[in-house]
């Protein structure tokens, strides 16, 4: 079984950064696609950002982009998001997700990830 841990959520002000990080449990890191979707409350899940397996491709929701940065070390199993000029509508539970493909037209769905992360609280005050 897979099993993904987020850390690194928290409060900061408007205009801050905060870093997540996503550990994941299996020896095979590098052969999944890594994403990170939020959820706020009241509201549906939505596609934050994604990684191919070595790092070759990103993509971003438009609401991030320029401002988050998706990474990955395969060797530590772990997948980042660099969080910056942060904005109390950027607050919600971030999830980090796992799959096995990468496919362009999919990689924004949260019903294309079987494996997912518990969440971690992200708080934005203005």
């Known amino acids: 079984q897979v099993q993904l841990v987020e850390s690194g959520g928290g409060s900061v002000e408007a205009g801050g950064s905060l870093s997540l990080s996503c550990v994941v449990s299996?020896?095979?890191?590098?052969?999944?696609?890594m994403a990170w979707f939020r959820q706020a409350p009241g509201k549906e899940r939505e596609f934050v950002a994604a990684i191919s397996k070595r790092s070759g491709s990103t993509f971003y929701a438009d609401s991030v982009k320029d401002r988050f940065t998706i990474s990955r070390d395969n060797a530590k199993n772990t997948v980042y998001l660099q969080m910056n000029s942060l904005k109390p509508e950027d607050t919600a539970v971030y999830y980090c997700?796992?799959?096995?493909?990468?496919?362009?037209?999919?990689?924004?769905?949260?019903?294309?990830?079987?494996?997912w992360g518990q969440g971690t609280q992200v708080t934005v005050s203005s």
């Open positions: 997700a796992a799959d096995l493909s990468w496919k362009i037209t999919t990689i924004t769905s949260q019903y294309a990830y079987p494996y």
């Open positions: 299996d020896s095979t890191f590098s052969n999944y696609v």
